[in-house]
């Protein structure tokens, strides 16, 4: 099999996924320890017995619905490269929003805060690749999650950031400038959870009670013992919650709140500022 041959085999996919080419790209790319680029400078070069074997079988297992991320074991983040693992959320593209609003909105160099339900580490890795001085803690309850993000910290060089387990703000000591979290925000019975990649990824990053806002609210009650004055708190939430969650941070002496739209024009990012107004 050729790699131009192989490419083909992307129509398999069109009835599951979005991304069917790329998905049989990254297949290939994985499999063969090249760059996208090569596939097409090269397409007549031959696959091995063995490389044809692994890519089919990536492949099947594709088309069942397994996640790419989970079945090349990394996922690309902002400008890092992450390993993931079925116990903690891949990360998206729309949360990468989080960052570049965080970046515009604190170019100063002094600077701590703490990513809080850090999984893969994406969001705290990312931001200490741009910011290098900040002070920067990232909290995950699972531990497998604390030791994949610590694996990702070191194999990039960003072991600057200091990854702790415990729920939430429970680890953190002192004050800080900014606490940035993407909990679980999805209803248990919302019917996505049956649907695509998400049947793969574990629950525990998923679902919250009080339709979806039960973590969000817990972070809000928490975070207010470890905010500086004037420091914000910023969320990811789901595409119906801005409101809920604006509503829950000013009744919790935060001012200054706003909810930011995705590039699909949904609720996706909401924070505000604690202190005296």
Sequence with gaps: MRIEQALTLSQSLETLSDSARVDVELLLCHVLGKSRSYLYTWPEVEL??????????????R??????????????????????????????????????????????QEFRM??????????????????????????????????????NAQ????????????SWCEPLTGQYDLLISNPPYIDP???????GDLRYEPLTALIAEQQGLEDILTIIDQ?????????????????????????????????????QQDLNG????????YGTQ
């Excluded at 088309?63 to 079925?86: C, D, M, Y």
């Excluded at 690749?129 to 699972?142: F, G, N, Q, V």
């Excluded at 194999?155 to 415990?166: D, E, M, P, S, T």
């Design 48 to 61: 091995s017995e063995q490389q044809v074997s692994l890519f089919q079988q990536l492949l099947t297992r």
């Design 63 to 108: 088309q069942t619905g397994e996640p790419i991320a989970h079945l090349t074991g990394t996922r690309g983040f902002w400008t890092l490269e992450l390993n993931v693992s079925k116990e903690t959320l891949i990360p998206r593209p729309e949360t990468e929003m989080l960052v570049e609003w965080v970046l515009q909105q604190f170019p100063k």
């Design 114 to 151: 703490a990513d809080l339900g850090t999984g893969t580490g994406a969001i705290a890795l990312a931001l200490a690749s741009e910011r290098p001085s900040w002070l920067i803690e990232a909290t995950d309850l699972m531990p497998g999650a604390v030791e994949l993000a610590k694996r």
């Design 155 to 166: 194999q990039l060089g960003l072991q600057q950031v200091k990854i702790l387990q415990g």
């Design 189 to 195: 019975k919302h019917p996505c959870l049956q649907e």
């Design 223 to 259: 975070s207010k013992a470890h905010l500086k004055e004037e420091g914000w708190l910023v969320f990811e939430h789901g595409y119906d919650q801005g409101q809920a969650v604006r509503e829950a941070l000013q009744q919790s002496g935060f001012y200054q709140c706003f909810t």
């Design 266 to 273: 949904h609720d996706r990012m909401t924070g505000g500022c």
